[in-house]
C-alpha cells in the first residue's frame, strides 16, 4: 500500500499539485485520471521521488519515503518497477538484454538465473520468441510488452505505469491494460497507472482518483464513475459520445427493470 498525504508542488509561481492525499491499495490497479496538464505525471514523479514534493509526505507500505536516509529511499526504489510513456527502450540492446538490464543493475544474480528469469518475463507478457528482436522490429504493442517485462523482471513490489496505452490502437490498449491488471493482481503489486483514457477506466478501474486542477476531487471506482454528480468528473466523462451513449443505455435499463418491478 502507499499512502500519499498533503501533497504540494509549485513550479514558480505556478502551482501543480494542491494537497492531494489518498491511498493506493496493494494487489490493485489504482488508476490516476484526468485531463492533460493536471499534474498527473507530477504527481506521479514525487511517488518515485524523480521530483521532491514542496510540502507533503510517501509512504511505502508504512515506510515513510520522501525525507527519508538515502540508503532507505534507494531500497524502496529498487522495488519499484517504471513503465515509461514512450517504453523508452534501448535502441542499442535486444529484446532480451533490455529486459536483463535491471537484473544486471540491481541483483548479482548469476547468468543462467538471470537469463530464467528474462524468460519467464517474456512468456508472461506473451513474447516468447523474440529475445533477439531488436526494439525497431517490434510494434508498438509489443515495445509496452517488453517495457513491461522489464519493468516486472526485477521481482517489483510497486509498478508505475504513465499513460501505458498512448499511441496503441484501441484494442492492442485494452490488452495492454488486462495484462498490467493480470500481473498487478497475480503477483500482488500496488500499481499505479495514469491516464486520461476512458476505456482503461471501464477495462480495469477497480479503485481511481480523479484529479482536477492538481486536486484530488473524486475517488471511487469503475462501477459508481458513471453515477458522479461531480461537475468537472461529468464534463470529462461525457465530453466522449461514446460514454454519453452507454450512459443513456444504462438509464434506460435501469427503467426498463423499474417498470418491470412496478409491474410485479
Ligand atoms: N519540470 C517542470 N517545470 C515546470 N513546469 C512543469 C514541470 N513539469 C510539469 N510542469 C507543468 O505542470 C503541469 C502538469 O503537468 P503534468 O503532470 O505533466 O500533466 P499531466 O496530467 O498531463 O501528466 C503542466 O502545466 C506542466 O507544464
Ligand atoms: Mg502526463
Redesign the pocket.
Known amino acids: 500500500m502507499i499512502e500519499i498525504h498533503n501533497i504540494h508542488k509549485s513550479?514558480?509561481d505556478?502551482k501543480?499539485l494542491d494537497g492531494i492525499s489518498g491511498v493506493f491499495e496493494t494487489g490493485k490497479t489504482n488508476l490516476l485520471l484526468?485531463?492533460?496538464?493536471?499534474?498527473?505525471?507530477?504527481?506521479?514523479?514525487c511517488i518515485v521521488g524523480l521530483?521532491k514534493p514542496d510540502i507533503g509526505s510517501v509512504t511505502f507500505d508504512g515506510t515513510y519515503f520522501t525525507n527519508n536516509k538515502l540508503d532507505i529511499r534507494q531500497e524502496i526504489r529498487r522495488k519499484i518497477g517504471m513503465l515509461f510513456q514512450s517504453s523508452a527502450l534501448f535502441d542499442s540492446m535486444s529484446v532480451e538484454q533490455n529486459v536483463e538490464f535491471p537484473l544486471k543493475m540491481l541483483s548479482d544474480m548469476p547468468k543462467d538465473e538471470r537469463m530464467d528469469r528474462v524468460n519467464f518475463c517474456l512468456q508472461r507478457v506473451g513474447l516468447e520468441n523474440s529475445n533477439k528482436k531488436m526494439p525497431s522490429e517490434l510494434s508498438g504493442g509489443m515495445k509496452k510488452r517488453v517495457g513491461i517485462a522489464r519493468a516486472i523482471a526485477p521481482n517489483c513490489t510497486y509498478l508505475f505505469c504513465?499513460?501505458p496505452n498512448s499511441g496503441l490502437d484501441p484494442l492492442t490498449a485494452i490488452k495492454i491494460d488486462e495484462l498490467i491488471a493480470e500481473i498487478t493482481a497475480e503477483y500482488g503489486i500496488t500499481t499505479i497507472v495514469?491516464t486520461?483514457d476512458m476505456n482503461s477506466v471501464i477495462e480495469i478501474g477497480e479503485k481511481i482518483m480523479f484529479?482536477y486542477e492538481?486536486k484530488k476531487i473524486w475517488e471511487g471506482t469503475r462501477d459508481d464513475i458513471l453515477d458522479t454528480d461531480v461537475r468537472e468528473l461529468n464534463d470529462f466523462i461525457f465530453a466522449n459520445r461514446l460514454m454519453r451513449d452507454a450512459k443513456k443505455i444504462e438509464e434506460e435499463e435501469e427503467e426498463a427493470e423499474q417498470n418491470s418491478q412496478n409491474k410485479e
Open positions: 513550479f514558480g505556478k501543480v484526468g485531463a492533460s496538464g493536471t499534474g498527473k505525471s507530477v504527481l506521479l514523479k521530483i504513465d499513460e495514469v486520461h484529479l492538481g
